[in-house]
T-cell receptor, first 114, second 116 residues
Framework: DSGVTQTPKHLITATGQRVTLRCSPR?????VYWYQQSLDQGLQFLIQ???????AKGNILERFSAQQFPDLHSELNLSSLELGDSALYFC?????????????FGQGTRLTVV | AQKITQTQPGMFVQEKEAVTLDCTYD???????LFWYKQPSSGEMIFLIY??????QNATEGRYSLNFQKARKSANLVISASQLGDSAMYFC?????????????FGTGTRLTIIP
């Protein structure tokens, strides 16, 4: 058990809908990262939050947004869903300091858009 | 920009043999970290081992060791005495070590199959 909790584990929804993925980081970790894993794009970094503030942005679509709350849990919101958004979405957390030697992932949320 | 290259899409290895998974990288960062993750068919990403670019010695964690050759920009994972449970996808990844550059960049992965 990595200590990073993601809910839900599976999600099936229709095109055009909006979903929210939730992540609780390991105790004490201030940084949360979101990644998308799809068959055609591989593992792609989406966005990073550190202690409630956005710290880095990757290949995140405008239809997607995220935030980190005061209790450090994070949510990834995906709207106007398309078939191509079907993927495994991972959250990872780390302490947030420089030179870290660990990065632990949650079990992922498998999103299927039909 | 950082780039990770894994040139072995798939490998088949006899149980109890050692296996080396290749990883080369490219970066302009002066300091960086290299990671290996295992992804079994259940989908979770399991952290295996870490190597810092400044580390003089190769990292080891149980049956896993990282063969780090900085001049060649390679960070190969060695699994000794392979087991059936080692069958999985393996990803090499790297990150910068400074503010705002901590995201992981992943390779395309190698699917390892252990044959009984």
């Amino acid at each position: 058990d990595s200590g990073v909790t993601q809910t839900p584990k599976h999600l099936i929804t229709a095109t055009g809908q909006r979903v929210t993925l939730r992540c609780s980081p390991r105790s004490g970790d201030l940084s949360v990262y979101w990644y998308q894993q799809s068959l055609d794009q591989g593992l792609q970094f989406l966005i990073q939050y550190y202690n409630g503030e956005e710290r880095a942005k990757g290949n995140i679509l405008e239809r997607f947004s995220a935030q980190q709350f005061p209790d450090l849990h994070s949510e990834l919101n995906l709207s106007s869903l398309e078939l191509g958004d079907s993927a495994l979405y991972f959250c990872a957390s780390s302490e947030g300091g420089q030179g870290e030697t660990e990065a632990f992932f949650g079990q992922g949320t498998r999103l299927t858009v039909v | 920009a950082q780039k990770i290259t894994q040139t072995q899409p798939g490998m088949f290895v006899q149980e109890k043999e050692a296996v080396t998974l290749d990883c080369t990288y490219d970066t302009s960062d002066p300091s960086y970290g290299l990671f290996w993750y295992k992804q079994p068919s259940s989908g979770e990403m399991i952290f295996l081992i870490y190597q810092g670019s400044y580390d003089q010695q190769n990292a080891t964690e149980g049956r896993y060791s990282l063969n780090f050759q900085k001049a060649r920009k390679s960070a190969n994972l060695v699994i000794s005495a392979s087991q059936l449970g080692d069958s999985a996808m393996y990803f090499c990844a790297m990150r910068g070590l400074f503010f705002g550059n901590e995201k992981l960049t992943f390779g395309t992965g190698t699917r390892l199959t252990i044959i009984p």
